[in-house]
């Protein structure tokens, strides 16, 4: 039987999160994820395969509008002032739904935000790269519920399309204590590692994840600094064994964009370049840590012009 154009499905969608609609730059995945493992035997080989789990993974990049409320979710509190050893899903689920623009809706039952997008602050870049959301069984569910850990319906689409303003970036300046980094070569790259612990039962699989770590570092390569100031900034002469937190802040702003603060950071690298067309300064590399006054150990803020 020959397959007619009609019957073939395909294109564009959002997400919804968080009472946030994401719109994304190059399309969405999801992915729905069945571990297995063998049965195996000395004599025949493998006997079998059986089903271990089940998770789902949801990836996109975000257009780059910018709005209080998407940083929020992009961004939340638990990671911007980590309690490491919590439970990432809690005790109630966040429903996660990618709509399709043809008009079906695919929606995990409990999601959470497993992959901020890095920040990415030019004037010729969109705000946000890649960011990724996991999906595991709603709250109290066996595999073998019904919507469990998906649910798939048809409605009709009326989320629109992205709004045309806030998409342009900003140029944004740095500051650290005495160090003042005013322009760079392209702009800042502010990166999030986040570290989940899997939490498994015997009869459901993976059903939370503890955070176990959150790792924020900046980078970029500055214009105008001398070498003296990027070796004074440099903690290399400090005591072997010494704590690299500082008491200086990394706050990284720009007019009408983000301003993006690393909390006691420390410059951990900063290379130094000669050559006849090479920068100086090379790339310098920030690293945040706790603040004890608060447990923070980063913010992202924007203020809605309008």
């Not at 290379?271 to 920068?279: D, N, V």
């Amino acid at each position: 039987m020959a397959t007619t154009r009609q019957s073939i499905i395909r294109g564009p969608g959002s997400v919804t999160f968080g009472g946030v609609t994401f719109y994304d730059a190059s399309g969405i995945t999801a992915e729905i994820d069945s571990a297995t493992a063998e049965i195996p035997s000395s004599i025949a080989g493998k006997l079998d395969t059986i089903k271990t789990d089940q998770t789902g993974k949801v990836s996109l990049t975000p257009v780059g509008n910018l709005s209080e409320d998407l940083l929020a979710v992009l961004y939340p509190d638990w990671l911007q002032t980590p309690v490491i050893g919590r439970s990432v899903l809690g005790s109630t689920d966040a429903p996660l739904v990618v709509h399709s623009k043809a008009g079906q809706k695919l929606t995990f039952l409990a999601a959470a935000v497993s992959k901020c997008p890095d920040l990415l602050l030019s004037p010729v870049k969109t705000a946000f790269g890649s960011m990724e959301f996991a999906a595991l069984l709603a709250n109290g569910k066996l595999p073998t519920d019904a919507n469990s850990l998906y649910k798939v319906e048809a409605a009709a689409y009326g989320l629109g399309e992205p709004p045309r303003s806030g998409l342009s970036g900003f140029h944004y300046s740095g500051s650290f204590g005495s160090l003042s980094i005013p322009d760079t070569v392209d702009g800042w790259t502010v990166s999030f590692d986040i570290r989940l612990d899997p939490v498994a039962t015997d009869s459901q699989g993976t059903i939370d994840y503890t955070l176990g770590g959150v790792t924020v570092n900046a980078r970029c390569t500055p214009l105008g600094l001398t070498e003296s100031q990027i070796l004074a900034a440099l903690p290399v002469l400090q005591g072997r064994g010494s704590s690299l937190a500082s008491a200086n802040d990394l706050e990284i702003s720009a007019t009408g964009g983000l301003t993006v603060t690393l909390k006691k950071a420390a410059l951990v690298t900063g290379p130094l370049q000669w050559g006849t067309t090479t920068l100086r300064a090379g790339e310098l590399g920030f690293t945040a840590n706790i603040d004890p006054t608060d447990g923070s150990l980063f913010t992202v803020e924007y203020t809605d012009p309008e």
